[in-house]
Nanobody, 120 residues
Framework: QVHLVESGGGLVQPGGSLRLSCAAS????????MAWYRQETGKQRELVAT???????NYEDSVKGRFTISRDNAKNMVYLQMMRLKPEDTAVYYC??????????????WGQGTQVTVFS
């Protein structure tokens, strides 16, 4: 069994910064792609950023140049540095990881989410 736990959310004024962290633990053989998603109240969950095991990244257009995804493979961690935050970034942020629990088995695991609120 694998657990993902996010942290680092909170309240911030527009223009401010936050750094989200996500720690994976449990029966982990290897973690492949990792990602951050977000979901505003009443809306569908959307992809924010992805990172491969080798560090290749991709971002949703509205966060390009403001958010940076990174990871530490040794610690099974993924991070999201968010800068110049806007009210429309307000959402619950979730991390996702494609986790292998053995050489031939991969599953998709999600964290429980952390709230980010940008208010003036």
């Amino acid at each position: 069994q694998v657990h993902l736990v996010e942290s680092g959310g909170g309240l911030v004024q527009p223009g401010g910064s936050l750094r989200l962290s996500c720690a994976a633990s449990g029966d982990i053989y290897k973690i492949n792609d990792m990602a951050w998603y977000r979901q505003e109240t009443g809306k569908q969950r959307e992809l924010v950023a992805t990172i491969t095991r080798s560090g290749m990244t991709n971002y949703e257009d509205s966060v390009k140049g403001r958010f940076t995804i990174s990871r530490d493979n040794a610690k099974n961690m993924v991070y999201l540095q968010m800068m110049r935050l806007k009210p429309e970034d307000t959402a619950v942020y979730y991390c996702k990881a494609d986790v292998q629990t053995g050489p031939n088995y991969e599953d998709e695991d999600w964290g429980q989410g952390t709230q980010v609120t940008v208010f003036s």
